[in-house]
């Protein structure tokens, strides 16, 4: 039974940072990728920024140069650093963690940023 777990969201004024983090815990196979994806109300779930386990990463058009994904492999924890927010990134972000075919999400945290 894998497991995720996310920490990390809240309020936050325009131009701040938050650090999300998810443990996943469970039988994991080494190979895979973690990620975030958020979704706003009245839209559809979107991806965020994701890190495969060799490090590789992608992040939506709409975050790069402002969020930053990370790993710790031995913990299988992800970590997505978010700087210079702004109230359009307000959404409930869910940790992702993809095995093969087979998707793996956490509860979800808010992050709501204040104009």
């Known amino acids: 039974q894998v497991q995720l777990v996310e920490s990390g969201g809240g309020l936050v004024q325009a131009g701040g940072s938050l650090r999300l983090s998810c443990a996943a815990s469970?039988?994991?196979?080494?190979?895979?990728?973690m990620g975030w994806y958020r979704q706003a109300p009245g839209k559809q779930r979107e991806l965020v920024a994701r890190?495969?386990?060799?490090?590789?990463?992608n992040y939506a058009d709409s975050v790069k140069g402002r969020f930053t994904v990370s790993r710790d492999n031995g913990e299988n924890t992800v970590y997505l650093q978010m700087n210079s927010l702004k109230p359009e990134d307000t959404a409930v972000y869910y940790c992702?963690?993809?095995?093969?075919?087979?998707?793996?999400w956490g509860p979800g945290t808010q992050v709501t940023v204040s104009s």
């Open positions: 992702n963690l993809q095995v093969l075919a087979r998707f793996y």
């Open positions: 890190i495969m386990s060799g490090g590789n990463t």
């Open positions: 469970g039988s994991i196979s080494r190979l895979n990728i």
